[in-house]
């Protein structure tokens, strides 16, 4: 009982867009100094670990380490300048939608011009070729009055200004 260590394995699901695992202070510490004992033991004499990184003690006992890992600061100085590169990439992007947006809001505004004018033009055709149906529009006027009774007997003049009406669409609108 209790004479074999046993391993725990777990998996962490890292949700962190710049994949570094944040701990805290005493985790932090509790890992410097297991590495500090681990060193220690590698550096006695007889004393081989695998995956061991060699250190070289320096004067007052200060222990020089190689730098084959990130410190925290160049992980920081990492993050800074990919958000930089980010915030850079959508500052010129959102510039790019913009121009874009411009230039069909100008087109939009362009075409609605033309389409108003052409409007416009057709309605003072309209307007001109409605006095030109003014003399049929009367005859049926009074043919009706005439004839409350019987409207059948106002067949010409009906005739006579659905022609007129027709033949003022056909010059306003012509067929294409």
Not at 97 to 119: G, R, S
Request: aromatic share 8%.
């Amino acid at each position: 009982m209790g004479s074999s260590q046993s391993t725990h394995k777990f998996t962490i699901v890292n949700d962190s867009i710049d994949n570094i695992v944040r701990i805290s202070d005493d985790v932090a510490k509790r890992l410097y100094q297991n590495h500090v004992e681990y060193s220690n033991k590698a550096n006695e004499p007889n004393n081989i670990v695998p995956g061991h990184v060699p250190t070289t003690k320096l004067q007052n006992d200060e222990v020089y380490y190689p730098l084959y890992t990130l410190t925290a600061l160049e992980v920081l100085q990492q993050n800074q300048i990919q958000l930089e590169n980010q915030e850079t990439y959508w500052i010129n992007r959102l510039n790019e939608l913009k121009k874009n947006h411009e230039m069909i809001d100008n087109q939009l505004v362009n075409e609605f011009k033309k389409a108003k004018n052409i409007f416009e033009y057709k309605m003072a055709k309209i307007k001109n070729s409605s006095q030109m149906c003014l003399k049929y529009e009367e005859s049926l006027k009074d043919c009706y009055s005439k004839n409350q009774n019987k409207i059948l007997n106002c067949s010409v003049e009906l005739t006579n200004y659905a022609k007129c009406v027709n033949e003022c669409r056909e010059k306003v609108m012509p067929i294409q």
